[in-house]
């Protein structure tokens, strides 16, 4: 909640929809941005990736209480590909542990391409879990044979996406019949002993592993879910460990980007990992999950505009995980009311952008019964501009909504002096309240 300006016809109720309305403009804005940019090309090594229309464009946001924002080609499905990689590699961890995992994979940047016929020199295991060795090493750690393994991959996949995910069963049959590639990489693993299962069992279940179709939306959530430290905030549901996810946003970060992890860590500063189906699914842990669908790739196999736009929105919505901050999300630390209309709330710590969301997510929400509402951010450490952004922006909905809005800004450090809505900014939450029971007592009768 932010300051208002307008004063209507009675207590309106502000809605949950205020605060999404917000981000949902932005997110239809950087779709509309970057819509435009056809640069790139499809993937062509099997005809169905060829065949998709390369104008699809999906943006989804998945904050980390499981709130979706999404535009463009959201409900278009295409093959995940190698997104699948972390997942897969997330379960063998879960399911065996780190030393056994770490026995056959290692963690260490390759420099080569992802379908390189390699192994690290000295060790004979895949250089790291995101190139197709240490995938295809990874699938044979997960426990089960044939349609078992298969089944528990999947059943993976869904609990962190939070719905049930299915093969393209023609883009699996291509993989299938062109992938001579990658048996040559997993006989190479099974006569270094890195392969414990039969390796053409193996890849069969790797083969159907990158031929599930997913969403934007599901990637968005199964980055949420990694955001949230293994469990899916849809469902409620502990789909992995803390210390699995840890593991697993590591390797996203020094390999989850093809050859461009360097410059992807530099310019967006967000664990991910993209496959030659045109998806990214990046992590901010501890506050969001983001998948994007553009099946136009640069020469490094990233899609052209999944990257542009998560360029966009780490720099705009200042989400880089480098970002140094105290605490990585603000919260509301007490919520009181005075009289029966008056609804104070306080927030404390770093206010980013996620945290504001939330914040006025969370108001919007419990405070449809009040027809002013106190806002006090005199206990904020800190307020990125972002998160100053929103709280103005909600301001300006909230005016028309016949609701008032105060705030205690002593150092003024969300509604800077000269301000329109300056007026409505006080120095202690005696003061606001003072104002708040004089507009009660102006304004007409609902
Ligand atoms: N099925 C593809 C392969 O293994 C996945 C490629 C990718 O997305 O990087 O070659």
Redesign the pocket.
């Known amino acids: 909640m932010g300051v208002v300006g307008g004063r209507g016809g009675g207590p309106a109720h502000a809605t949950i929809a205020d605060v999404s309305e917000l981000v949902q403009r932005y997110l239809d804005q950087i779709l509309r941005e970057h819509a435009g940019d056809t640069a790139g090309k499809l993937a062509d ?1 099997i005809p169905e990736l060829a065949a998709v229309d390369p104008d699809d464009f999906a943006i989804s946001v998945s904050s980390s209480d499981g709130y979706v924002y999404e535009t463009g080609d959201t409900a278009t499905q295409f093959t995940i ?3 699948s990689k972390p997942f897969t590699y997330a379960l063998a961890m879960d399911r065996l542990g780190e030393a056994v995992v770490d026995a056959h994979i290692g963690v260490e940047p390759s420099g080569e391409a ?2 390189e016929i390699s192994v690290d020199r000295t060790t004979r295991r895949p250089k790291n879990p995101m190139i ?1 060795a240490g ?1 295809i090493a990874a699938v044979a750690l997960v426990p089960g044979t044939g349609d078992e393994r298969f089944e528990n991959i999947r059943g993976f996949y869904s609990g962190c996406a939070g719905r049930e995910l299915d093969v393209d069963e023609e883009v699996y049959r291509s ?1 299938e019949a062109t ?1 001579s ?2 048996r040559a990489i997993a006989y190479m693993l099974d006569s270094f002993g890195v392969l414990d299962a039969d390796p053409d069992e193996v890849l069969d279940v ?2 159907r592993q ?1 031929s599930l179709t997913v969403t934007s939306t599901d990637l968005a959530r199964m980055a949420a879910t990694l955001a949230r430290g293994g469990l899916n905030p849809l469902t409620g549901r502990q789909v992995t460990t803390a210390e699995v996810v840890r593991r697993t946003l590591s390797v996203m970060t020094t390999c989850g980007m ?1 050859d461009a992890a360097g410059d992807w860590v530099s310019a967006v500063g967000m664990p991910a990992k993209s ?3 045109g998806g990214i699914a990046a992590v901010l842990p501890g506050q969001l999950g983001i998948g994007v669908y553009s099946p136009l790739l640069d020469d490094k ?1 990233n899609s052209v505009r999944g990257v542009k736009v998560c360029r966009s929105l780490s720099q705009e919505l200042g989400l880089h995980f480098l970002t140094v901050s105290r605490e990585s999300r603000s919260t509301i630390r007490a919520v009181y009311d005075v009289d029966d209309d008056i609804r104070v709330y306080e927030v404390h710590g770093d206010l980013l952008f996620a945290g504001a969301e939330q914040v006025l997510r969370s108001i919007d929400r419990d405070s449809a019964d009040f027809a002013a509402v106190i806002l006090d951010v005199s206990r904020l450490d800190s307020v990125n501009d972002p998160a100053r952004a929103m709280l103005l922006g909600l301001s300006a909905q909230l005016g028309g909504e016949g609701k008032a809005g105060f705030l205690v800004d002593p150092d003024r450090r969300v509604i800077p002096a000269e301000h329109p809505a300056a007026d409505l900014c006080f120095p202690d939450v005696d003061d606001a309240v003072a104002a708040a029971r004089a507009w009660l007592h102006s304004a007409p009768a609902p």
């Open positions: 090594y590909q190698s997104v992802f379908n197709n995938a993989e992938g590639r990658n790797y083969f990158c093809y496959g030659v189906g196999g």
